[in-house]
């Protein structure tokens, strides 16, 4: 058996749901593509388990994580989030090179370097997938399109007030439809009034909001990629998001959209995608830079190529 | 800087920023009331006395003299007259409501725009001034 050509080490790998497990799983097929990938996760080492197309490699518990026996160390190691315990097994394994996502405590060897997955052209990127059919129909729940799509960065609870974005946007333009994703459910308010809501099931549900928007203010984007700022991008959609350093920032800046630090900017953001114009070349401008960073999986299989030396 | 000699506007500079309140029911203008003059009845009513002058008059005569003595007929007559008069005087009423509602959520639209556009603006000096201070002291 060929040794593997990088070995992952997934300590996010199992929460399916986090921005970490996606990114690592996706590095992780397009290693795959370029030659044999040992993924290594948490657990206990008696009970190796299959996960999709790896055979996973359990490394003890989190706080005490050991090297497994067979698995070479003159590789390049793919860490998803880089703790004082993962950086003590690298120290000790002194891999070829190593790179990680992120970074929990620190500092570290400076050897090891951050794979940068969004922003500037030695970017590596993610695949970030979508169904185009989302483009086709729009939400069942609601019989309109083009609102303003908020997602919010809070569960919600029954009876409480949207969050304050939310508020300032309906009433800032009235006459708009304001839908608001939160815990699952998205709720549709015009006028500062609750109109209805409709329950969020599926992905394809999440998309075909994404798709039918005038624009998607996105208030807790995610920190590793701000994947759903990438997936409403992909269909066209303009972004708005919260002037904070990070992964969406750069997604804003570099298609075109807008970032806000009080509820003026925001207005001022939201008003400029009630523009046709305006609206169209930052949506055609987005869509450019998502397909191109994040839509095409035969490019990250080349940029991962030249990550780790394959030829 | 003493409280007492703080500027006025510094009052309005200290106020959180609380984000619009939202309404618990909507305030849209509601469907316009329909007309009294469509109705069946007086459609009806219409109808028959509109016929009187121009025909023999012998649907309305005859729908009256269903009532026995003058003055009862003379009585039914004028209760016509005036229902007629009444249902032309609501529809003129409903017309003059959906013009109000109208005018009422447009006005309150436009202002509750304003307001908002103007509350975020001063949130947004407040910022730029505090930023301002940090930068000087």
């Given at each position: 058996?060929?040794?593997?050509?990088?070995?992952?080490?997934?300590?996010?790998?199992?929460?399916?749901?986090?921005?970490?497990?996606?990114?690592?799983?996706?590095?992780?097929?397009?290693?795959?593509?370029?030659?044999?990938?040992?993924?290594?996760?948490?657990?206990?080492?008696?009970?190796?388990?299959?996960?999709?197309?790896?055979?996973?490699?359990?490394?003890?518990?989190?706080?005490?994580?050991?090297?497994?026996?067979?698995?070479?160390t003159?590789?390049?190691i793919?860490v998803?989030?880089l703790t004082a315990e993962v950086a003590g097994l690298l120290a000790s394994a002194q891999p070829l090179s190593a790179l990680f996502?992120?970074a929990?405590d620190g500092p570290f060897s400076r050897a090891w370097q951050t794979?940068?997955?969004?922003?500037?052209?030695?970017?590596?990127?993610?695949?970030?997938?979508?169904?185009?059919?989302?483009?086709?129909?729009?939400?069942?729940?609601?019989?309109?399109?083009?609102?303003?799509?908020?997602?919010?960065?809070?569960?919600?609870?029954?009876?409480?007030?949207?969050?304050?974005?939310?508020?300032?946007?309906?009433?800032?333009?009235?006459?708009?439809?304001?839908?608001?994703?939160?815990?699952?459910?998205?709720?549709?308010?015009?006028?500062?009034?609750?109109?209805?809501?409709?329950?969020?099931?599926?992905?394809?549900?999440?998309?075909?909001?994404?798709?039918?928007?005038?624009?998607?203010?996105?208030?807790?984007?995610?920190?590793?990629?701000?994947?759903?700022?990438?997936?409403?991008?992909?269909?066209?959609?303009?972004?708005?998001?919260?002037?904070?350093?990070?992964?969406?920032?750069?997604?804003?800046?570099?298609?075109?959209?807008?970032?806000?630090?009080?509820?003026?900017?925001?207005?001022?953001?939201?008003?400029?995608?009630?523009?046709?114009?305006?609206?169209?070349?930052?949506?055609?401008?987005?869509?450019?830079?998502?397909?191109?960073?994040?839509?095409?999986?035969?490019?990250?299989?080349?940029?991962?190529?030249?990550?780790?030396?394959?030829? | 800087?003493?409280?007492?000699?703080?500027?006025?506007?510094?009052?309005?500079?200290?106020?959180?920023?609380?984000?619009?309140?939202?309404?618990?029911?909507?305030?849209?203008?509601?469907?316009?009331?329909?007309?009294?003059?469509?109705?069946?009845?007086?459609?009806?009513?219409?109808?028959?006395?509109?016929?009187?002058?121009?025909?023999?008059?012998?649907?309305?005569?005859?729908?009256?003299?269903?009532?026995?003595?003058?003055?009862?007929?003379?009585?039914?007559?004028?209760?016509?007259?005036?229902?007629?008069?009444?249902?032309?005087?609501?529809?003129?009423?409903?017309?003059?409501?959906?013009?109000?509602?109208?005018?009422?959520?447009?006005?309150?639209?436009?202002?509750?725009?304003?307001?908002?556009?103007?509350?975020?603006?001063?949130?947004?000096?407040?910022?730029?001034?505090?930023?301002?201070?940090?930068?000087?002291?």
């Open positions: 058996m060929k040794p593997p050509m990088a070995v992952v080490i997934g300590c996010r790998w199992l929460e399916r749901r986090t921005e970490l497990a996606f990114s690592i799983r996706s590095l992780a097929g397009a290693a795959s593509r370029c030659g044999p990938v040992a993924v290594l996760v948490p657990g206990d080492p008696k009970e190796p388990a299959a996960d999709g197309l790896f055979d996973l490699r359990r490394i003890g518990p989190p706080e005490a994580p050991q090297w497994p026996d067979g698995v070479p003159d590789t390049t793919i998803d989030e996502l992120s929990r794979l940068r997955l969004v922003g500037g052209d030695e970017a590596v990127g993610v695949h970030v997938p979508v169904n185009r059919l989302a483009e086709r129909y729009r939400h069942h729940g609601f019989g309109f399109t083009d609102y303003v799509l908020v997602l919010s960065d809070r569960r919600g609870d029954v009876g409480e007030p949207p969050p304050p974005a939310v508020a300032w946007v309906s009433a800032g333009f009235p006459d708009a439809d304001v839908v608001v994703v939160e815990d699952a459910v998205a709720s549709a308010w015009k006028g500062r009034s609750l109109r209805g809501k409709v329950s969020v099931d599926t992905r394809m549900d999440l998309w075909r909001l994404l798709a039918h928007a005038n624009v998607c203010i996105d208030l807790g984007p995610g920190p590793i990629i701000a994947r759903e700022c990438i997936e409403a991008l992909r269909f066209g959609t303009p972004v708005v998001v919260p002037d904070r350093a990070g992964p969406a920032l750069v997604h804003a800046q570099e298609s075109g959209g807008s970032a806000f630090a009080d509820p003026d900017e925001l207005l001022a953001a939201v008003g400029r995608m009630q523009k046709d114009a305006a609206r169209s070349a930052v949506s055609d401008a987005g869509r450019r830079y998502a397909e191109s960073h994040f839509g095409d999986p035969t490019a990250l299989v080349t940029r991962m190529q030249a990550v780790l030396g394959a030829e | 800087m003493e409280p007492m000699v703080r500027d006025a506007q510094d009052a309005i500079a200290e106020m959180p920023e609380v984000a619009p309140r939202m309404l618990r029911q909507p305030a849209d203008a509601p469907p316009a009331v329909g007309h009294v003059g469509t109705s069946a009845p007086v459609v009806s009513l219409r109808r028959i006395l509109s016929d009187r002058p121009a025909g023999s008059g012998r649907s309305f005569r005859g729908w009256a003299a269903r009532v026995s003595g003058r003055s009862d007929r003379r009585l039914l007559l004028a209760l016509a007259g005036a229902t007629d008069a009444m249902a032309t005087h609501c529809d003129l009423l409903a017309d003059r409501l959906a013009a109000q509602e109208a005018v009422t959520a447009d006005v309150a639209d436009v202002y509750g725009k304003e307001i908002a556009l103007l509350r975020a603006e001063l949130v947004h000096l407040r910022r730029s001034e505090a930023a301002l201070r940090e930068a000087g002291a």
